[in-house]
């Protein structure tokens, strides 16, 4: 290899260094920026009204339950009528936190869940989480009620006692 072969090789690795550290930096500066704008941003109000914000302050308003809409108690854990994790820091509590993830596991199996594939692969990667060794059982049931393929609504699905 002759002498100007090799002085070409290595300028062009120098150049090719220096193109990539630019470019680091570069992107470095344009994911600052980004960092900056979205901290700038406005913080957005409530989606709702201030008659809905009184309304929810209020010291004789109840919670309710985001599956059967039934109210509860503010210091349950769990809805009295359809068994959902409700508490504010039910998932924060490491026995209770059990319960929390075996209803959401539930809900998997009975197949009482809009399906969709974004949920049924959370379904998956969650029983290959929790149950390892017994994700296979687990994954049988919840594929065995996919071909159901009707979109469950909230009147549709059953609680009990009502």
């Known amino acids: 290899m002759s002498l100007l072969a090799q002085f070409d090789s290595e300028v062009n690795k120098g150049e090719a260094s220096i ?7 570069l992107l470095g500066c344009g994911f600052w920026a980004f960092i900056r704008w979205v901290h700038r941003a406005p913080s957005q109000p409530d989606p709702w009204g201030e008659e809905v914000s009184r309304e929810i302050e209020k010291e004789e308003a109840h919670a309710l339950c985001h599956r059967c809409l039934e109210p509860h108690e503010s210091h349950e854990h769990f809805c009295p009528h359809c068994g959902a994790p ?3 820091c039910t998932n924060l509590m490491p026995f209770i936190y059990l319960f929390s ?3 959401t596991l539930r809900i998997g199996t009975s197949g009482e869940y809009r399906k969709s594939s974004l949920t049924v692969i959370g379904f998956v990667l969650l029983s290959i989480i929790e149950y390892s060794v017994f ?3 687990y994954l049988f049931r919840l594929f065995q ?3 159901d393929k009707r979109s469950l ?5 059953e609680t009990p006692g009502g």
């Open 19 to 25: 193109a990539s550290l630019v470019l680091v930096f």
């Open 86 to 88: 409700v508490g504010e």
């Open 101 to 103: 993830i075996g209803h």
């Open 135 to 137: 994700a296979p059982f």
């Open 145 to 147: 009620n996919l071909p």
């Open 153 to 157: 609504t909230g009147s549709d699905i």
